[in-house]
């Protein structure tokens, strides 16, 4: 049997009207073939701004495997009166006796102002009852997000797209981050995108040798993409937090006109510095490189390369080795996927690390 998606749609509709469609289009596909079943592992709510509707969907059908088991897409477009909405059930695979072929669903309601304040009446009766719900507003609107928190067990964010690019804009970035994991699991893909970085930091300081190193750090330096400080500034946190450093009298300000930020942090060994410089060059979001010092010589620098990071280490007896970690970017595609997956799983280390961030924030000024 050919694979083939059910598709219903209907203008001026309710949502108890969409919920009964979907329900009778999960039944025909069970009709067609007793192998397929209804994914259910995660449901996916999206807010989005509807003339970028059609880009989000580009990047949605990215994510591969890590496709939610229901999408539903708010699609807002100011000054539209009526509630629009489709939905498709596509199956992942051939039906085989036998075999389960997953079924995958897609709901996109269209609304406009008038629909704002009932977000969560909307919503609910569309999302499959008992299921983790990842909750993503790719274009802002913290507002619908706080009206629709109270169905999502997750948020995804993306602490690098605060509109305000500048000092205090990235704090409030960071804050937002910050009140949202009081009250829900937060994804940032900010912090996402560091984490090949902080897997080869990690790995680069596991064996016992070099974990002694680990104590005697004197300088951290963070290359970022030019719009990608508050990765950097992730980053950051993440060492601090992980190793005890203290940043109660930091100050991290602007220095010079290329756009680094200096500032310190206190190791039981002594102070470390700390910069973070804009890497103008660098094309896509992310980090561009991260180098860190220790008191007793030892120098580790990672860069971005096509493919993967070049790593390069001197020891403190002044050896040099350099070679090539492969596979560390997954491109932007890749890291939606990640953070759709992440959802699933929980990462002790963020919130210690964006309490960190926090805390080096507050001290920024502007020079």
């Known amino acids: 049997m050919p694979r083939s998606d059910a598709v219903w749609s209907a203008q001026g509709t309710t949502p108890d009207q969409i919920e009964a469609a979907l329900r009778a289009l999960l039944a025909e596909r069970h009709a067609e073939s007793a192998s397929f079943i209804p994914a259910r592992v995660l449901n996916m709510i999206a807010f989005v701004d509807d003339e970028y509707s059609g880009e989000i969907a580009n990047r949605l059908r990215g994510v591969g495997r890590y496709a939610a088991s229901r999408l539903l897409v708010l699609s807002y477009e100011p000054g539209r009166e009526r509630l629009d909405a489709r939905a498709t059930i596509a199956s992942d695979a051939d039906p085989t006796p036998g075999q389960v072929a997953l079924l995958r669903e897609t709901v996109i309601v269209r609304l406009g102002d008038r629909h704002l304040d009932d977000l969560l009446t909307i919503a609910d009766p569309l999302v499959v009852t008992d299921l983790p719900t990842l909750l993503w507003s790719p274009h802002g609107h913290p507002d619908a997000v706080d009206a629709l928190l109270s169905l999502a067990q997750a948020t995804l964010l ?56 680990l ?7 963070v290359r970022h993409h030019p719009d990608s400080r508050v990765a950097a500034l992730l980053l950051v946190g993440w060492l601090a937090s992980r190793l005890g450093w203290s940043l109660a009298r930091s100050e991290v300000i602007a220095e010079g006109s290329d756009g680094r930020l200096c500032g310190s942090a206190q190791a039981e060994s002594g102070e470390v510095r700390l910069t973070l410089k804009p890497a103008p060059d660098l094309q896509v979001p992310g980090l561009a490189g991260v180098e860190l010092t220790s008191a007793a010589g030892l120098r580790v620098r ?47 280390t963020y919130g210690a690390a964006l309490a960190a961030t926090q805390e080096m924030l507050p001290r920024v000024t502007q020079t």
Do not use: C, K, N
């Not at 990235?170 to 090949?196: G, K, M, N």
């Not at 020891?315 to 699933?344: C, F, K």
């Open 158 to 213: 993306d602490s690098i797209e605060e509109p305000d690019r500048s000092q205090a804009g990235q704090r409030a970035a960071i804050d937002r981050a910050y009140e949202l994991s009081q009250q829900v699991y937060v994804v940032d893909l900010a912090w996402l995108r560091s984490t090949p970085w902080r897997e080869r930091v990690a790995t680069v300081f596991d064996p016992i040798p070099m974990r002694r190193e």
């Open 215 to 221: 104590h005697s750090l004197d300088a951290v330096t």
């Open 302 to 348: 990672l860069d971005r390369e096509p493919g993967g990071l070049r790593a390069h280490r001197r020891d403190p007896g002044g050896r040099d080795r350099t070679w090539t970690l492969l596979g560390a970017s997954r491109g932007e595609g890749g890291i939606l996927g990640e953070g759709i997956r992440q959802a699933l799983l929980r990462d002790p």
